[in-house]
């Protein structure tokens, strides 16, 4: 008998009917009684005072109910840390990008709401404008933020060891810059807020990650207790990072509904759900790294700017994680990085588990060009400096459990490493790319995740938890986790997720928490409600509740599985004795490294750490440049996958949008006054079905301590992965290392010719 | 100090500015995306079989989506108790009543609807009826269920000590025959609902007494699990006992749903709402009543026959609540109660918690006569009857709390009662009422009250409970209550109730429960928090938990409080620590005779008791019949006022309900075929505001050692004395005794007539 009964499992998805017959609601699909329709007004300019602003003529229209502007925001400011506030919901003195909002209208139709926007009169004076990171921070740049001087949003500093000697004293140093544009979140599902704000408080429905954590800057900028905040559960079509934070779109529709006395609902046009929602930064990234002659990385020295556009966002999150990720990834003493977050006069840009690629990928590909010069295979040199379980890193966090060797061996055993790698016909190419990611991330006192379980009198239980599922499958993950720890099956788990009223906080789908965060707490209150139910069977049985067990819809003595009682029974005679099952419990990341990580980032920075290998294998078209993808394989450790089927897909998902998506094909481009070119699914570059090949999910496990049932997060290892993986797969192809991401076509024939005329010049 | 610091306040109810503003929705406010509307094709025979029903023309109109009968419900039959299931929620062998459901429609709007009911073609078999319940019990009598012989829907036989021997020996013994007619529940609100079924199940709103009650007749009607309905809260305009149960319009909105795979509304017509949904039983009763020289009772014998209408409905609760009323408000040790509900052909008559009035009403005239003869007042003659705390019935009920002679005292002291009895001018009477009512009944696994209490990150505290609130105020209650008992202001307090998928299970708002049973479960839920939070106080203030309290927004140690911490302080705290503040807790009735009390009722019935005294004062116009009511007091033993505000509200609305609607003006009329004549508010007879006099409502207080803070149910017990008061105060004024309720014109006219007639023939 297997050591668990639900969880290990490969099972459908329970979320999967709604989406797939089309009942799933999404924001944009919800009506209430009296609903008014929503627009938004938007800055014609990158970077303009806002002098006045006159919505009489708008007011006089028939069918407008409320126009909001920026005089109608309290003086709130919202950012993740102190440090950081720095945006207006709605900006009362001036713009700062092309598109954000100067006002909104709410009206009984979208014609009217329309109409309305075209008679607010706003006059502007425009200001200078910048649109590139580093020029931003060179001394007479434009100021986005009066109290920001040199534009510097966010600066990550860390220097452990003794990087410049250890550099010095290497066999070989490989220095080199990267860079990468802007890209798009891409959700399928456009913005959309629902909002009613009655003498209650604030109802409000949308597309987010964490609806306990929306409550708290909703409440702060509309001055009203957290409480009176009611995010629910909706579902949401794809958040991928861009949906961590509060949205002027929230506050937009609250306020107006807050003015109107009426429900408001807001619906972002693709080019909006484009343009003016947080999107990826674009980064530079100067590396330096150093071997020595076996092929030991002995330093890493590592600058990266980052493009943050107009706000800060969550950009100390962003501008952050790439020194996490490079720290677990391989084992070094010597360590310098630092990241400066710059503003510019672009949209802000948000919230990425896994960025810039130009620091991990980058690394990745001069690891490739090292191993070159050593005579080393790559996967050698990758096995040899991977880090293991105990593994504490320069900034003193501990690995808690690692299986990235295996990772490694069985990624490049699948897809044929020692057969192909050096014997691929011309045009060809694999490479190898090694990542990792972090679980359950120290996020101060709104970090935990409580859960409450209730036994139902028909004997099945409900789970009732804070957390939202994105697209991600947490619905299915908690119901699994709570079947396995109660003893029943999933078809007995009801879950009911994410309305902050009622759900217990929990710190949201963010950092790759959900497993080991939200279905931590969930196990935690099934344990707490099970334990109720086994002093009712030990009642029944004459038994210690020390030696019950709960498995497979029964409880029985340990080493008596026949003399049984049903869980339904059970649950049942608790409720004829007077006793309502009720379970409570909570789950806290394991990191002592609590708020003040940012600014001193030292200590334990997560509570799990999983792992992954990519390899890609490609070919490129010498005559037009283009890559085409040939395969794909990923290994990821997950800890133990509570659900199989759900881990392949989370390692299907990011190895597309690793491969095609982020190292091959998407960038925003911008006009020089700092229009978005590309605001629309027919230019910006998204891939087809055609562009993605083959891709093999490999899931490893390892045991985590802290996760339930030893889990870790599933699959995102595979996205910082695939980027050194395809990056390095075209190194080998052409000879050549790219340094610009995405390799287009037009990078491709640069960089051959390019290679052409230095092969030219040494003959 | 007083010893609490916000339960026994008056504060204005917190549910009121929603209801004030107009921004509560009801039931027939909500829309859902894709809505349907349903309408309800009915009965019109009295009693019919159904031979065939063709909806093909119906079905062939456009804009249609779906229409049941009876052959789309499942085998089940809906009734409270194993013996009672007689209800198919939509028939499909025969209708019982005019008006009953036989088919529904589910359409784009409510005209196509209506247009599809004229295009169903039904052939009926119509049969014989019976409109009476005593002719409905004669042999030969039309058999309206199949497997109830003699249309015995309910027997209630309680038959303790030795009645006939103890009335023989009585100095006295009155002997008379009370009636009552139908009344209506007059909820303002129109019966609706809204449905949605899906993939995932049901989701239902509409006005209800207990969600989580009503949910499991729906899964069963329905086949699928308890908890895959979702019941959810919504503002109700009324209940009064009506909406006790499962209504068919709730079953055939949910399989219209179910069919057209889309929302579906059903909206009652006004009409619908008087003569479809359930109404208040009509009853004769038979009373016989000793008492020996000094004016003690010696012996009840009380035959009642109640008119059920065409189903068993709540029945044998109905059946039964006046033995346990008479039971409560007297002592006596002699008891016989016979209760026969009959079924007839009328639309089922339903919950009334204080029925029938010909039972208690029909003592009190009785208890006046006997004082009369006796030459007591009859104020003495009722002190020296009344129960006491610690008094234990025939039945082997235990009065755990009683300040019964308290009400009596201070209500005939308020209403002047030593001045004006015997010396009010002609024409002019004043009455005098007791009566008692229970709180938590036993209601088997279903009896039980489950709460969640929640800390929040601001410090303020989130109430999660099953209940609803029907108008009288339990959120409100509940929010006092937690608040109290975290230590915490009002306002401090969220109350999220009555959400089947997410509340824990709550026994209703029935049976004047609400206050002791989930009232109790949330004191219980907040203890189990503030024990929490009392835990990391300790840790912040060295100290022993068990020293510390909570109060006024402070948690200090018994007799320091001037060394104290914030809660908001030791709730961001706890968080700090990694801890989530959740809390659960429950309360079950103390009543022994669980499940088996209607057939064996013997045992301790309910868990608290509440006793009430009215007086009201009337003048009787000789000329015209008509009676005016002058003036209603009211004193009612609440046990401890939670909210003397919301009490004196609950007390004027009884007296307002027993005085001039009850007992003096609501009555249903009849077509010989069954027809329902007055179905509408002009033809019906109910109060207006100039029909109703000062109301002056007296709270006196016991301290119940089940309720929480000494709490029990807050008002009922006036319902049942003002019938007492207001027909005593008649039978004062005419000199005559009014046996058939409503004391209407006629009814006085004919009663002085005879009286005339009587001492005429006397002369």
Not at 225 to 245: A, F, L, M, Y
Not at 352 to 379: C, F, I, N, S, W
Request: proline content about 6%; some cysteine; glycine content about 8%.
């Amino acid at each position: 008998m297997s050591e668990y009964s639900v969880v290990g499992k490969r099972i459908p998805r329970t979320d999967s009917v709604p989406r797939v017959t089309g009942e799933a609601k999404y924001s944009a699909d919800l009506s209430l009684p009296g609903m008014l329709y929503a627009k938004v007004l938007r800055s014609p300019y990158a970077h303009a005072k806002i002098l006045n602003i006159d919505t009489s003529k708008a007011e006089r229209l028939p069918g407008v109910r409320a126009i909001i502007t920026g005089k109608d925001a309290i003086p709130y400011k919202w950012g993740v840390f102190a440090y950081t506030r720095d945006m207006q919901l709605l900006p009362s003195d001036k713009v700062r990008y092309f598109g954000e909002e100067v006002a909104a209208v709410a009206a009984i139709d979208e014609d009217i709401a329309r109409e309305a926007l075209d008679l607010i009169q706003v006059d502007f004076e425009p200001l200078p404008w910048v649109l590139d990171a580093e020029e931003a921070l060179l001394e007479g740049a434009p100021q986005i933020h009066q109290d920001k001087p040199g534009n510097i949003s966010v600066r990550i500093f860390v220097d452990e060891g003794e990087v410049d000697r250890a550099l010095e004293e290497s066999y070989l140093v490989q220095e080199d810059r990267f860079s990468s544009p802007e890209e798009n979140y891409c959700q399928l599902e456009p913005y959309a807020v629902l909002a009613n704000f009655d003498s209650t408080g604030l109802d409000i429905w949308c597309p987010n990650a964490g609806p306990h954590m929306k409550a708290r800057p909703l409440s702060n900028a509309l001055g009203i207790p957290t409480s009176e905040v009611r995010v629910r559960k909706i579902t949401i079509g794809g958040h991928g990072g861009g949906r961590s934070e509060v949205s002027p779109a929230d506050f937009m529709a609250a306020l107006l509904s807050r003015k109107a006395r009426r429900p408001v609902k807001l619906v972002y046009t693709r080019e909006e759900n484009f343009n003016c929602v947080r999107q990826v930064h674009a980064a530079t990234t100067h590396s330096r790294v150093g071997v020595d002659r076996e092929g030991r990385i002995t330093a890493v020295d590592m600058k990266v700017i980052m493009d943050g556009g107009a706000y800060a966002s969550t950009g100390p999150i962003a501008a952050s994680v790439a020194y996490i990720m490079i720290e677990e990834a391989y084992k070094f003493a010597n360590f310098r990085y630092e990241a400066i977050r710059a503003y510019t006069n672009k949209p802000p840009r948000g919230m990425y588990p896994h960025h810039p690629r130009t620091a991990y990928g980058g690394l990745e590909l001069q690891l490739d060009v090292l191993a070159e010069k050593l005579g080393m295979d790559p996967l050698e040199l990758r096995i040899k400096n991977a880090v293991y379980e105990g593994y504490v890193t320069p900034t003193k966090t501990v690995i808690t459990s690692c299986a990235e060797v295996e990772t490694m061996i069985k990624a490049a055993e699948k897809a044929g490493w020692k057969e192909k790698r050096g014997a691929l016909p011309p045009g060809r190419g694999i490479g190898m790319g090694v990542g990792s990611v972090i679980s359950g991330f120290p996020m101060g006192i709104r970090g935990g995740s409580g859960a409450f379980v209730r036994f139902n009198e028909d004997g099945d239980a409900t789970v009732i938890s804070g957390v939202v599922d994105n697209g991600q499958g947490n619905d299915s993950m908690i119901a699994q986790i709570a079947a396995e720890e109660l003893g029943l099956s999933v078809d007995k788990i009801k879950v009911v997720t994410a309305d902050t009223s009622m759900t217990p906080a929990d710190q949201g789908a963010y950092s790759q928490a959900s497993t080991v965060m939200s279905g931590g707490a969930v196990k935690a209150a099934a344990a707490d409600a099970k334990n109720q139910l086994l002093q009712v069977a030990a009642e029944m049985l004459e038994a210690n509740p020390k030696d019950l067990v709960a498995r497979d819809g029964r409880i029985y003595a340990k080493g008596s599985p026949d003399r049984f009682l049903d869980i339904a029974k059970v649950a049942r005679t608790a409720l004829s004795r007077d006793h309502a099952i009720l379970g409570r419990g909570d789950r806290w990341p394991s990191a002592d490294a609590k708020r003040e990580w940012v600014k001193n980032p030292r200590g334990q920075v997560a509570s799990a750490f999983s792992f992954g290998t990519a390899v890609a294998e490609v070919e490129v078209d010498r005559e037009t440049g283009r890559v085409k993808l040939l395969n794909m394989v990923a290994a990821h450790d997950c800890g133990y996958p509570i659900n199989p089927l759900a881990v392949e897909q989370q390692i299907q998902r990011s190895a597309l949008e690793a491969g095609p998506e982020g190292t091959l094909l998407e960038k925003h481009a911008w006009t020089a006054n700092g229009q978005n070119l590309n605001a629309n699914f027919l230019d910006y570059w998204f891939p087809l079905s055609t562009d993605v090949p083959n891709i093999d999910p490999i899931i490893v496990t390892s045991n985590d301590p802290f996760g339930p049932f030893g889990a870790k997060e599933g699959g995102l290892s595979i996205s910082v992965a695939m980027v050194g993986a395809v990056a390095n797969a075209v190194q080998n192809a052409i000879g050549v290392t790219p340094k610009q991401l995405p390799i287009t076509p037009e990078v491709v024939l640069r960089l051959l010719e390019e290679k052409e005329k230095q092969s030219e010049a040494k003959s």
